[in-house]
Structure formats: structure tokens, C-alpha cells
């Protein structure tokens, strides 16, 4: 059965009713990776504000079917606690609270929530040391206060840290190379890529074409005024490459 299955989803901006979403369809099984590729404004952020339960939207239409349960019945704590995390393009600074005190304070409460057991502090640093390795980051990254002066690139780090800090079986991961240079690109996705297990998800959403030189996706989905209009292997990213959005546009 699929990880996540979107069917026909529709959804407005809550305020202004302005429809956004117009029919998404989208299956995603255990272990691959998806990449949502489109122009700008095509409802790409929206659709992944809505997987998560963002209150500016509202679902008018359709489903969301997320290991096997509804969605859409669910808050957005309660689809984080069952396995979905999101990065969001704007992650908030936190003055004063490290990041390893920040991602030991999340670890636990969820842990709380799940019912399975907490870490005291020595315990979480292995587990921590242990998933600085698989996203090949160092330690010094974790005294420092959450976001506080980071670079473009050390926020987006710092997110693949959290992810595989505190897991999830599927990753929706919004523009995590925008703003990056090659170098702090390659970074980032060698982190990605040292995430990912034949059990685990990963829904990658892009502008541009290059992040997937270095995560190579099972299919890539064009998203166009609120809908995928094309699904692709990698010759489609190819195709982008070449000739731009303009190629595959209906
Ligand atoms: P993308 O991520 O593909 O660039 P978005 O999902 O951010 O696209 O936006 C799709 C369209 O919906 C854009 O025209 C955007 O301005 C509009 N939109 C999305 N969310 C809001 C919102 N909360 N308020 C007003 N307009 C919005
Ligand atoms: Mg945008
Ligand atoms: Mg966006």
C-alpha cells in the first residue's frame, strides 16, 4: 500500500476562498523519492502547506490518505507525530536556546507524545553524535543558538539535522536548495541522501533543475496552476534542463 496517497485535492486560501489546489493527485510508496517541480506560483508551497495542515488553507476537495489514514481528520501535530516533517522555507530564529538543547526539548516531547520512552541528556548526545555523522555535519554546530546568525546554508543544514534527529517516514522538504552555492548544495544533499532507507520518503519540491543532480528522484511531477500535469523519470528534469517549463507546459 502507498506512504501517502493524494487524490483529486483541492483546496483555497482560507481567507479570500481563492482557489489554489485544483485536483492533485500524487502516490508515494516506502522508500522513494519525488521531486514537485514548477514555475513559480504554481501552487507547489501551498500543496505541501497542505500535507502538513497550514491554517491558511482550507481542503474543499478530495483526499489525503497518510499510512493507511485520513489526513485531513487529523491536526498538524498529531500527522508530525505519525511520521510527516516538513521544512519550511522561513525557519525562526530562537535566541538563546542552543540547537542540541532545542533539538533535545523536540525529541522528547515527542517521544512524550508517542509514548516511547525519553533520553536523558548523555544518551541524546549519542544519539545525536550518531546523526551528525549520516548528515556528516560537526559538532561545534551544536552550540549555537537555533538559527542565530546562520547562513543560508547552515539553516538549511541545520533542518536535515532535525529531520534525522527526530525522523519521519516522510520528508517534505520546500526549496531546501534556494539561495545555496554549489558547494553548500552538495552538502545538502549528501545529507539527504544519507537519510534515506528503503523504509523512508522523501517529497522534494523545487524550482530549479540541478538539486537533482545530486538527489536523484524515482519520478519527478510538474505542478501548473494548482495541479501535476506530467510525471517523469529523470529524462523529464533532462527535457527541463534544455528547453524550461515552457516545453512541458499544457
Ligand atoms: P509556489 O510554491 O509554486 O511558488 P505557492 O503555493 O507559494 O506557489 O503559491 C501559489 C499561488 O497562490 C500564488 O499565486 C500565491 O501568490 C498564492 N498564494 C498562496 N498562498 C497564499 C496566501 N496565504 N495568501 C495569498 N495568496 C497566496
Ligand atoms: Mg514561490
Ligand atoms: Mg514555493
Known amino acids: 500500500i502507498p506512504l501517502l496517497e493524494v487524490r483529486d485535492l483541492r483546496a483555497v486560501i482560507a481567507e479570500s476562498r481563492q482557489e489554489i489546489l485544483k485536483g492533485v493527485n500524487l502516490v508515494v ?61 522561513s525557519p525562526v530564529e530562537i535566541p538563546g536556546v542552543s540547537n542540541m538543547d532545542f533539538l533535545n526539548m523536540a525529541f522528547n516531547a515527542r517521544k512524550r507524545k508517542l509514548g516511547q520512552p525519553e533520553l536523558d541528556p548523555i544518551q541524546f548526545y549519542s544519539h545525536l553524535v550518531s546523526k551528525l555523522e549520516v548528515v556528516n555535519m560537526k559538532t561545534d554546530f551544536l552550540n549555537r543558538n537555533v538559527n542565530e546568525g546562520f547562513s543560508g546554508g547552515e539553516r538549511k543544514r541545520n533542518e536535515i539535522l532535525q529531520l534525522a534527529v527526530l525522523g519521519a517516514e516522510l520528508a517534505i522538504l520546500d526549496e531546501i536548495d534556494s539561495g545555496l552555492d554549489v558547494d553548500a548544495l552538495q552538502d545538502v544533499a549528501k545529507a539527504v541522501n544519507g537519510l534515506l532507507t528503503p523504509k523512508n520518503s522523501v517529497l522534494m519540491i523545487t524550482h530549479y533543475q540541478r538539486l537533482l543532480d545530486y538527489i536523484k528522484p524515482t519520478l519527478i511531477h510538474i505542478m501548473e496552476n494548482g495541479r501535476i500535469i506530467k510525471t517523469g523519470d529523470n529524462s523529464l528534469a533532462k527535457l527541463l534542463e534544455k528547453e524550461g517549463y515552457k516545453a512541458i507546459s499544457g
Not at 517541480?37 to 504554481?42: H, I, R, T, V, Y
Not at 474543499?60 to 507525530?81: A, H, W
Open 29 to 89: 510508496y516506502e522508500g522513494e523519492v519525488h521531486a514537485v517541480m514548477g514555475k513559480n506560483g504554481s501552487g507547489k508551497s501551498t500543496f505541501s502547506k497542505v500535507l502538513v495542515g497550514h491554517p491558511d488553507y482550507e481542503v474543499t476537495g478530495g483526499s489525503i490518505v497518510f499510512k493507511g489514514q485520513n489526513l485531513l481528520d487529523m491536526e498538524p501535530e498529531d500527522r508530525s507525530l505519525a511520521g510527516l516533517f516538513m521544512s519550511f522555507q
